[in-house]
T-cell receptor
Framework: KAGVTQTPRYLIKTRGQQVTLSCSPI?????VSWYQQTPGQGLQFLFE???????NKGNFPGRFSGRQFSNSRSEMNVSTLELGDSALYLC?????????????FGSGTQLSVL | GENVEQHPSTLSVQEGDSAVIKCTYS??????FPWYKQELGKRPQLIID?????GEKKDQRIAVTLNKTAKHFSLHITETQPEDSAVYFC???????????FGRGTSLIVHP
């Protein structure tokens, strides 16, 4: 099986712009979660989608949004970018999203905001 | 919500030494504790996990121990090798939750 695929791998944007990141989960996986990774801050949870519905949400401002399509692919959008949004954005998928499941991560999208 | 503290943030050892990374959690309802390893420039991958009904779990050179009373768990790596160099993340999941809370990570450096 192909792994979790994230595109693009790198993005450079300027403040005020918006950006959309894409995540294709492992075939058959229905849960997709998103994380922001910055040096020293670990993995900060953004949100999780299951069967096209947002099931869980972290403590990020409303500028961060996402969605999931019927094929389980997910997108994350950040509007009105700020310098502090520069980070590695990781998505992870799991089979049915049952509690305590192993997460399979993508390689991430490195976002730089200038 | 759950809060996970991880120490140390950086750990430097000589090849062949043992390495120990410690995490504490706040919510006694947490009952699943995975560890992820992220090599430089690569994706995090699960290396070992433990559930609250078990006190210790081993897999070759790595082991995880759990002390539910004290609410802490640790990753032990014996006979470290340069390929063990990576960032290690602990996590805790509250029973019934789909989302683990991660620690801030430990950068392990193994010197040859």
């Amino acid at each position: 099986k192909a792994g979790v695929t994230q595109t693009p791998r790198y993005l450079i944007k300027t403040r005020g712009q918006q950006v959309t990141l894409s995540c294709s989960p492992i075939s058959g996986h229905r849960s997709v979660s998103w994380y922001q990774q910055t040096p020293g801050q670990g993995l900060q949870f953004l949100f999780e989608y299951f069967s096209e519905t947002q099931r869980n949400k972290g403590n990020f401002p409303g500028r961060f949004s996402g969605r999931q399509f019927s094929n389980s692919r997910s997108e994350m959008n950040v509007s009105t970018l700020e310098l502090g949004d520069s980070a590695l954005y990781l998505c992870a998928s799991s089979t049915s999203g049952t509690p305590q499941e192993k997460l399979f991560f993508g390689s991430g999208t490195q976002l730089s905001v200038l | 919500g759950e809060n996970v503290e991880q120490h140390p943030s950086t750990l430097s050892v000589q090849e062949g030494d043992s390495a120990v990374i410690k995490c504490t959690y706040s919510d006694s309802a947490s009952n699943y504790f995975p560890w992820y390893k992220q090599e430089l420039g690569k994706r995090p991958q699960l290396i070992i996990d433990i559930r609250s009904n078990v006190g210790e779990k081993k897999d070759q050179r790595i082991a995880v121990t759990l002390n539910k009373t004290a609410k802490h768990f640790s990753l032990h790596i014996t006979e470290t090798q340069p390929e063990d160099s990576a960032v290690y993340f602990c996590a805790a999941t509250i029973g019934g939750s789909y989302i683990p809370t991660f620690g801030r990570g430990t950068s392990l450096i193994v010197h040859p």
